[in-house]
């Protein structure tokens, strides 16, 4: 296969063979019939290409025909009648469909449907050495192209309910720190498949929340919509993203692993899968795991658990809305309010302290912040949440903070300083789908998705505005 190639047309073979007339014999194929395979062109014309069965030395006649995403023949490609068809370049975002038609002693057979799509979004192209990609060991000597720029670096799965769909999600660590379309400078990154998501949509628009519209408390993690390749063959749209690591580009405290206890600080996840290095359970039956630093001594575990614990005791005490001696003292309350915020306003199935819920400790105040948001594939209504209903509120921890009139007041307050931001963010979510709708329709058709895109958008849309109307009637 002809060496990979950044560009935005993108050819993609489905495997749906049909025929004019019976074949005389089943014994006899006159095409060959490959696995899927795709590439990318230079950005300027496609070849399509098809060969005829082994032990078949002559036809009779070969002729390329437009068609539609069945297959059916829409009109004959005038001289282009080899085995062999090269597509112009066109510079529309659009998908179009060809076949070719083989004949022999009056056998005629229809090739697969050939897809050229100009998607218009950025090309992530990975190959590797051909190993199985698994959840816990890095594959390194991977190279990855992002786009036209050629990098260095490893590989390896992610996610855990996810991770038994076909499309799976990816960690990409690169040899080296860099920029990745647009996106900070580092070493580690996130392929999200949204398998999950038929939108494709929803990690996006909660990122779009924490980055553009609850500003101020912290960093959240930014997202960019791409088509992966993956050792030559399509796997659909993705958004490559940056994944939660303490670092200056990303949550911005010192390392408690390098700078020492009471120097450095930390970041936990609350996560009953208790998948990482340090698991442990508060007093409240809550799941924490140890995500960065992963690998620590055990004076650093337990002064991290210590340290969750502590502020679980406090916020949890009989005076822990005492502003001097309560939860105040031990939480950055505008993060915990903007977190909430994110979470409630999508109803965010894990964020009910089940998994995802992120917080770090930051030495230089001595607190927990709320944050960063992380996984959003089931969220506005994409787990049956209801949107007239409370999803977070009730949750451990949270319902905490809510018995404090003080808090609810902060969250009402809030709510009002965004409401007419959170209507514009809702409102141009058709326009992000139209962006990336070329793409979600080669992906719908190569994971065999029998859904419409526009009316899975439609459906995120209205959601939300439901959950928006619902919420103006508590807090406004």
């Avoid at 959840?135 to 991770?163: E, F, H």
């Avoid at 594939?377 to 009139?405: P, V, Y």
């Amino acid at each position: 296969m002809r060496k990979l190639l950044s560009g935005f047309v993108l050819l993609l073979i489905f495997c749906s063979c049909s025929q004019d007339s019976p074949v005389q014999s089943s014994e006899i194929s006159l095409i060959a019939n490959p696995s899927v395979w795709s590439f990318l062109s230079n950005g300027e014309k496609a070849l399509l290409s098809i060969q005829v069965s082994e032990g078949i030395d002559t036809f009779d006649s070969a002729q390329w025909y437009e068609s539609n995403e069945e297959g059916e023949l829409v009109a004959l490609i005038e001289g282009a009648n080899t085995l062999e068809y090269e597509v112009e370049a066109f510079d529309d975002k659009d998908i179009k469909y060809f076949v070719c038609q083989v004949k022999k002693d009056g056998i005629t057979e229809t090739s697969k449907i050939f897809a050229v799509a100009h998607t218009g979004l950025p090309v992530v192209s990975i190959t590797t050495d051909g190993s199985e990609i698994n959840k816990k060991d890095w594959l390194d000597d991977t190279q990855i192209d992002i786009n036209g720029s050629p990098l260095a670096g490893s590989i390896k799965g992610r996610g855990n309910s996810s991770w038994r769909f076909p499309k799976k999600s990816f960690s990409l660590k690169l040899s080296e720190k860099s920029f990745v379309l647009e996106m900070l400078s580092h070493k580690r990154w996130v392929l999200i498949s949204n398998i999950r998501d038929s939108s494709l949509l929803r990690n996006y628009f909660a990122a779009y929340l924490g980055n553009k519209v609850f500003t101020g408390k912290g960093w959240n993690p930014s997202f960019k919509f791409v088509d992966l390749v993956m050792n030559g063959e399509y796997w659909g749209n993705y958004i490559i993203g940056e994944q939660i690591k303490i670092d200056e580009n990303r949550v911005n405290i010192q390392d408690i692993e390098k700078k020492g206890i009471g120097k450095g600080g930390f970041i936990v996840e609350v996560n009953f899968w208790r998948d990482e290095d340090f698991n442990f359970v508060t007093e409240r039956n809550v799941i924490f795991s140890l995500k960065d630093p992963d690998k620590v001594s055990s004076d650093i575990q337990e002064y991290v658990k210590e340290t969750i614990q502590n502020a679980e005791n406090i916020l949890f005490s009989d005076d822990f809305a005492d502003p001097d001696n309560g939860y105040a003292n031990v939480f950055d309350v505008g993060s915990v309010v903007d977190w909430y915020l994110v979470n409630e306003i999508t109803a965010n199935l894990d964020a009910a302290f089940q998994s995802s819920v992120y917080m770090y400790y930051d030495n230089k105040d001595g607190k927990i912040h709320m944050g960063p948001n992380w996984d959003f594939d089931l969220s506005s209504g994409n787990s049956q949440t209801e949107a007239n209903n409370w999803h977070i509120k009730n949750s451990i921890w949270m319902q905490r903070f809510f018995q404090d009139e003080n808090f609810e007041d902060k969250v009402k307050e809030r709510y009002k300083q965004v409401r007419d931001s959170l209507y514009e963010a809702v409102n141009g979510i058709k326009t992000v789908a139209e962006t990336i709708s070329v793409s979600a329709s080669l992906d719908y058709s190569r994971w065999e998705i029998d859904k419409d895109y526009k009316a899975q958008v439609d459906e995120l849309v209205n959601w939300l505005r439901n959950r928006l109307d619902f919420l103006d009637e508590q807090w406004l």
